[in-house]
Every structure is written in structure tokens, then in C-alpha cells.
């Protein structure tokens, strides 16, 4: 996948998670703070990054670089994805289901953050097994990249993209008279 240039992008960036954790030493504990940064365009580019330092804003921006490394590009139908899709991260598992114009997010934790800055506006999120802030997030985002687009589904099937899914055809290309669309 080619990378995205994050910096000719207009990105939001939301911190999702604060975490302080200690490390004990010979001399005493040592206290940081992890964060979860997630950013995105609302026009389809969307990261997610950890950052950890002693101080919080350190912490905010270190995530931030790491999230911009980790941007992915998400295929979108209309307002929409594509297809259903069920993705894992340690024991978070998390399903994301298309939904109709005008139903919204119905998604909790660090799943509707995730869907909102990849601007993603109508979807069903469940997230199954684990309530881990960090690893639902990290299952979010192989749900989104192992996304496919229709064109690539058609093309691999053999189809045209109006056989398989008529109403995204018709929304998005135009449509020569076998049903194929016009790159």
C-alpha cells in the first residue's frame, strides 16, 4: 500500500486514551503516560498512534507523529463501507456492518472515533470480546484496511460492479451499457 503524505492533508486529531503507568526501579517508580491519538481527513485517510512520555502533552504529540506514520486509505461507499467485516487484535474483535443512509454511528469506544475521523457516517460497530480501548482501536483499523472496494471485487469475480452491488454503481460512476463502470 503506498504510503500517505500527512502533511498535505488536512488532518483533526482526537486523543482516545490516557493511561499513566509506573515502572519501578531500585530507587522508586517512575510514572509516564501512554496516550491513544487517532487522526484523520474525514474524506477517507484515517491513523491511530501510541505515544508515551513523563508529561501528557509530550505523550499527545509523540502519538500524533506515530498515528500520521500509520495512516491508511479507507474505501468508502457513499457515506458508508462497502462490505461487512469482522477484524481481531489480541482478544478485541470487532465487527462493522454497513448501514443505511441517515442511521449514523452505532458504534461505542475507540470505534466510533475511528469511523468519524475516517469519515465514515453510516455504519453498525460491535465490538466483540475484549474492552480494551488500545487493542479495539488496533482491530478497527485491520477491520477498515482489509476493506475492499467493488471495483476490486467485481474485477477478481469477473462481474461488472453493477451485477454485484447496483445502487453503488449507479452512485458513483458512471456506467457503460454492459454494466461495466468508466474508469
Known amino acids: 500500500m503506498a504510503r500517505i503524505a500527512a502533511d498535505t492533508l488536512n488532518l483533526e486529531e482526537r486523543v482516545v486514551r490516557t493511561n499513566k503507568v ?14 491513544l491519538v487517532v487522526v ?10 501510541l505515544g508515551k512520555a513523563r508529561a ?8 500524533t507523529e506515530d498515528a500520521k506514520k500509520n495512516m491508511i486509505e479507507v474505501p468508502l461507499a457513499g457515506s458508508s463501507i462497502p462490505h461487512e ?14 448501514a443505511s443512509e441517515g442511521t449514523g454511528i452505532v ?8 469511523l468519524e475521523l475516517a469519515g465514515i457516517n453510516d455504519v453498525l460497530g460491535k465490538s466483540l470480546g475484549s474492552s ?18 467493488p471495483e476490486e471485487v467485481a474485477r477478481m469475480r ?15 460512476a458512471p ?9
Open 107 to 114: 458504534a461505542g469506544s475507540s470505534v466510533r472515533t475511528i
Open 85 to 98: 467485516v469482522i477484524a481481531r487484535h489480541g482478544a478485541a474483535e470487532v465487527l462493522l456492518k454497513p
Open 132 to 149: 480494551n480501548a488500545i487493542n479495539i482501536a488496533w482491530a478497527t483499523m485491520r477491520a477498515l484496511v482489509s476493506l475492499k472496494r
Open 22 to 35: 509506573q515502572k519501578t526501579h531500585k530507587g522508586g517508580r517512575t510514572m509516564s503516560w501512554n496516550v
Open 175 to 183: 456506467v457503460t451499457e454492459d454494466g461495466d463502470v468508466v474508469s
Open 40 to 49: 484523520g481527513d474525514r474524506k477517507g485517510c484515517v491513523g491511530a498512534g
Open 158 to 172: 469477473g462481474k461488472s460492479v453493477r451485477d454485484l452491488m447496483p445502487w453503488y454503481a449507479e452512485e458513483t
Open 56 to 63: 501528557i502533552p509530550d505523550a499527545i504529540r509523540k502519538g
